[in-house]
Nanobody, 120 residues
Framework: QVTLVESGGGLVQAGGSLRLSCAAN????????MGWFRQAPGKEREFVAA?????IYADSVKDRFIISRDNAKNTVYLQMNSLKPEDTAAYYC????????????????WGQGTQVTVSS
């Protein structure tokens, strides 16, 4: 069983930055693919970024967001720069022991989410 706890969300003006953190209670954390997803009200959950040793990004956040991890701290991060109002959503951390994936169906473990609101 893997427990994930996100933090770092908040309210920021357009053009600003936030860093989300996700702390994992997991053995062999380094072996898991860690992903970030987001969901805005009335919309489906959307892939943002994921990594194990390599990284993948949604086109909408590429060149603005950076996913990273510290395996010694069992933590994955999402650095979000140049934020836009359309980035407003609840952001979820997820983990899977399977291959790197953009599909939320492939992730077995989820955090409770942290809200990010970007004002114009």
């Amino acid at each position: 069983q893997v427990t994930l706890v996100e933090s770092g969300g908040g309210l920021v003006q357009a053009g600003g930055s936030l860093r989300l953190s996700c702390a994992a209670n997991a053995r062999l954390f380094s072996s898991y693919v860690m992903g970030w997803f987001r969901q805005a009200p009335g919309k489906e959950r959307e892939f943002v970024a994921a990594m194990r040793w390599s990284t993948i990004y949604a086109d909408s956040v590429k060149d603005r967001f950076i996913i990273s991890r510290d395996n010694a701290k069992n933590t994955v991060y999402l650095q979000m720069n140049s934020l836009k109002p359309e980035d407003t959503a609840a952001y979820y951390c997820a983990a899977t022991g399977a291959a790197l994936s953009r599909s939320h169906y492939d992730y077995d473990y989820w955090g409770q989410g942290t809200q990010v609101t970007v004002s114009s």
